[in-house]
């Protein structure tokens, strides 16, 4: 066990046991992710690739930008991966007519091929990160982690229909005057 899993561990166990919530989900999130690192690096696939590999896998034929919103990777990202994986003979880029502005992703054979050689090391990073756990616990940990991401999606959708907060004119006025009286005095520590 390496010495940052003893320290999660001891933080969760130890430290403190009630941090919220989205804390553990994410030191989850890392843990499976490193498991899953660790066995794609034998086989010579960085992790990044492993994210645009699952979306193509399950449908090919996309533009680059759609490729992008699927992984939830910002378009620079997945154009630099996207050069790496061509390189190494997973993907072909393609611009079609009508518009040649758009990319668009294919797999390979060799692309499609992975598959039967990462997913099974993905089940096992699963397996092995609910062994021993009975199969009730972790059917509701998977209800329980569903609702949450339902939650959170009210939540944004309500978040993001309220019109956005204006300053009160007093509240612009101390604003400015803030900003001036910062200004000023970066000003007359510089003078002196």
Not at 38 to 45: A, K
Not at 109 to 114: I, K, M, Q, S, T
Not at 149 to 162: F, P, S, V, Y
Request: proline share 4%; net charge positive; aromatic share 6%.
């Amino acid at each position: 066990m390496t010495s940052d899993t003893q320290q999660i561990i001891h933080h969760w166990r130890d430290a403190v046991p009630n941090d919220r919530l989205a804390h553990l989900v994410r030191d989850v999130s890392r843990a499976f992710t490193r498991s899953l690192t660790i066995r794609l690096e034998q086989h010579g696939v960085p992790f990044g690739h492993w994210t645009f590999l699952r979306v193509l896998w399950e449908t090919d034929e996309l533009t680059q930008k759609e490729l992008s919103e699927r992984a939830g990777v910002m378009e620079p990202t997945t154009f630099i991966a996207m050069k790496s994986m061509e390189a190494l003979g997973y993907i072909v880029r393609k611009k079609l007519p009508p518009n040649k502005k758009n990319i668009y992703i294919y797999l390979t054979n060799e692309g499609r091929a992975l598959k039967d050689k990462l997913v099974p090391l993905a089940i096992e990073c699963n397996d092995r990160g609910v062994e021993g756990i009975p199969a009730a616990e972790i059917k509701a940990v998977r209800a329980v982690l569903l609702a949450i991401i339902e939650n959170l999606a009210i939540d944004e959708q309500k978040i993001t229909a309220q019109p956005k907060r204006k300053l009160s004119i007093a509240a612009k006025k101390l604003t400015l005057s803030s900003s001036k009286t910062s200004r000023a005095s970066v000003i007359d520590s510089s003078a002196g």
